[in-house]
C-alpha cells in the first residue's frame, strides 16, 4: 500500500493529541485480524500475560520470505517487531538493494582492516571468510541478504505506536565466542571449507531452506562436523533471540486510558532458529553466560603472537626490497599504518580481542 495509508485522518482537524492517539489505536484494532490466515512458516507462541508472538521462520536470500513478513505484519498489526539483527548490522535496514549488493560483492582491504580492528586478528579473518560465503551466495542469486529484515522495517512503520526491536547477539561476541570453542584443527578445516566454497547455488536451493525437515538433517551434520560452531552460531543465539522476544511479548498501554493490553509481537528469524526458540520459549535463560568471553589460553595467545609477527616480518622485507625512500613512502600510507596498529603486538589480555 502506499506508504501514507497509516496515516492520521485529515477530516478532523480540530482533534486533540488525546483524541487522535485514540482514533489510531481504534484504527489499527480494526486492521488487525483476529484468526489471521497465516503462510506455513509462521509459528504462534502466547506469553503468560497472554501475548502473543508471531514467529516467521525465513530464508535470508528469499523473496518469499519476504512476502511471509509482509503478509503477517499487515495481517496482525503488531505493537512491537523484532528482527534477528545486532547493532553491528543495523546499516542494512537504511541501504537499498544495489548499494547492498555491491557491498556484498566488494571484500576489499579495507574491510579486511576494519574487521580484524574491531574484533580482534582470528574473528575478524572469520567474519571476512563468512563475508565471502555470503559474497558468493549473492553472486550466485543475484539477490542481497536481509531483505526479510528490510521489509519488516519497512512494514513496521506503517503501523501505529508499532515499535523495532533488535534481537540477536552482538556479533562480535558470537565470533569471539565461536573462535574460543574451536580447536586449532577445527579452524583450520572450517577455515578451508569456506575459503574454497565453490558450489553453484539456486533460488530454489534457498526456498529449501524454509523446509523444516531438511533443516533438521542440515543441522545434524552440522552438530556431527563441528559441535562446537553449531553451539556457538546457533543455539547459543537461540538462547538469546529467546530472551529477546520474551522481553518485547509483555502488555502494552493503551493511549487512551493507560489500560494494559496483551501484546501482538512479530519475530523475524532465520529458520534454522526456530525450533530452538519454540524448545526455550518455556524455560529459564541465562544469558549471561553466553555473553561472557574466556581469557585466550598462552598456547593460543602464542599462535597469534607468531602470526602477527610473521605479518610484520613480511610486511617490512617488502619495505626493504623496494627500496628505503619508496618504504619510508608505503610505510606513511593510511592503509598501511593502519595495518601496522591492527598487527601490533600485545601482550596477553583476557578482555582483549580473540
Request: glycine residues 8%.
Amino acid at each position: 500500500p502506499n506508504p501514507s495509508f497509516y496515516s492520521p485522518p485529515h477530516s478532523c482537524p480540530l482533534l486533540s493529541d488525546g483524541e487522535t492517539l485514540e482514533m489510531l489505536w481504534q484504527f489499527r484494532a480494526q486492521l488487525r485480524q483476529d484468526s489471521p490466515e497465516l503462510p506455513e512458516t509462521v509459528t504462534r507462541l502466547t506469553a503468560p500475560d497472554g501475548s502473543i508472538l508471531y514467529l516467521v521462520g525465513t530464508a535470508h536470500f528469499s523473496e518469499d520470505s519476504k512476502n511471509d513478513v509482509t503478509t503477517t505484519i499487515r495481517a496482525v498489526q503488531p505493537d512491537v517487531v523484532v528482527v534477528e539483527l545486532c547493532q553491528y548490522r543495523v546499516s542494512m535496514l537504511r541501504m537499498d538493494e544495489n548499494t547492498l549488493l555491491r557491498e556484498a560483492k566488494d571484500i576489499n582491504l579495507e574491510k579486511v582492516q576494519q574487521a580484524i580492528k574491531q574484533n580482534g586478528l582470528m574473528s575478524g579473518l572469520m567474519q571476512i571468510l563468512l563475508l565471502k560465503v555470503s559474497a558468493h551466495i549473492t553472486e550466485q542469486l543475484g539477490m542481497a541478504p536481509g531483505g526479510e529484515f528490510r521489509e519488516a522495517y519497512i512494514e513496521a512503520g506503517r503501523v501505529p505506536f508499532c515499535k523495532f526491536h533488535l534481537g540477536d547477539r552482538p556479533i562480535p561476541v558470537t565470533l569471539k565466542r565461536t573462535i574460543a570453542a574451536l580447536s586449532l584443527w577445527q579452524k583450520a578445516r572450517l577455515a578451508w571449507g569456506l575459503c574454497f566454497l565453490s558450489d553453484p547455488i539456486s533460488k530454489e536451493d534457498v526456498e529449501k531452506c524454509k523446509q523444516k525437515d531438511l533443516l533438521e538433517q542440515t543441522m545434524s551434520e552440522m552438530i556431527g562436523e563441528f559441535p562446537a560452531l553449531h553451539q556457538t552460531i546457533v543455539a547459543e543465539r537461540d538462547i538469546y533471540l529467546t530472551h529477546k522476544l520474551r522481553q518485547a511479548t509483555h502488555c502494552v498501554e493503551s493511549p487512551s486510558n493507560g489500560q494494559k493490553v496483551p501484546a501482538v509481537v512479530v519475530g523475524v528469524v532465520g529458520m534454522g532458529h526456530v525450533p530452538g526458540i519454540e524448545r526455550n520459549w518455556d524455560m529459564e535463560l541465562n544469558v549471561q553466560e553466553i555473553m561472557t568471553v574466556a581469557p585466550p589460553s598462552q598456547l593460543s595467545w602464542m599462535l597469534r603472537t607468531v602470526v602477527k609477527g610473521v605479518l610484520m616480518g613480511m610486511l617490512g622485507y617488502a619495505c626493504y626490497r623496494v627500496g628505503g625512500g619508496l618504504g619510508r613512502t608505503l610505510l606513511t600510507l593510511p592503509a598501511v599504518q593502519s595495518l601496522i596498529e591492527t598487527l601490533r603486538l600485545q601482550p596477553p589480555n583476557p578482555a582483549g580481542p580473540l
